[in-house]
T-cell receptor, first 110, second 115 residues
């Protein structure tokens, strides 16, 4: 079946540091891939998505590229802010549902 | 445009009781999905409804059930509660359903504690 593996956290960074969260997937075919973010006390919000190989999703300074050859969709941001502190989930769409990774907690210190 | 609304936000039940959670999707959205979020298992898919029909169901026991009404509002019910049912239950709506776009809009969740 479909599955998503994310790098384990928690991740603690200083403001303006570079952030990478690794995500790899197992799926049949070429699923759409997503990054969702959950801020404290809130539900999940779609951060970015990519629907086919080599697509790059981007939003709020975050980027992720759909790599078919490595079955990966790593999330990156060049300069994080305190407001980026949240839990980040990688997900893929298949079989009429989203399959999520375990989530990575990111804390950015001022 | 109002977002996805879930009620109640917090509730405490005891083992053996049942609980009903409600979800009002974004206006115009016809699909509602439910997910259970726990620290140990993460986010797990419960079921998805589209135009009052259950389109997909996750690997949960029959104690977990749901339905969708003609106005797209959805409810999920858990009967004979167990301690392990303590979780954040998230509802998500979409215009056409997960199978088409995969873009879901989530509510803030209903946090259930079973004592």
């Amino acid at each position: 079946g479909n599955s998503v593996t994310q790098m384990e956290g928690p991740v603690t960074l200083s403001e303006e540091a570079f952030l990478t969260i690794n995500c790899t997937y197992t799926a049949t075919g070429y699923p759409s891939l997503f990054w969702y973010v959950q801020y404290p006390g809130e539900g999940l919000q779609l951060l970015l998505k990519a629907t086919k190989a080599d697509d790059k999703g981007s939003n709020k300074g975050f980027e992720a590229t759909y790599r078919k050859e490595t079955t990966s969709f790593h999330l990156e941001k060049g300069s994080v802010q305190v407001s980026d502190s949240a839990v980040y989930f990688c997900a893929l769409r298949g079989d009429y549902k989203l399959s999520f990774g375990a989530g990575t907690t990111v804390t950015v210190r001022a | 445009k109002a977002g996805v609304t879930q009620t109640p936000r917090y509730l405490i039940k005891t083992r053996g009781q049942q609980v009903t959670l409600s979800c009002s999707p974004i206006s115009g959205h016809r699909s509602v999905s439910w997910y259970q979020q726990t620290p140990g298992q993460g986010l797990q898919f419960l079921f998805e409804y589209f135009s009052e029909t259950q389109r997909n169901k996750g690997n949960f026991p029959g104690r977990f059930s749901g339905r969708q009404f003609s106005n797209s509002r959805s409810e999920m019910n858990v009967s004979t509660l167990e301690l392990g049912d303590s979780a954040l239950y998230l509802c998500a709506s979409s215009l056409t359903g997960t199978g088409i776009t995969g873009e879901l809009f989530f509510g803030e969740g209903s946090r259930l504690t079973v004592l």
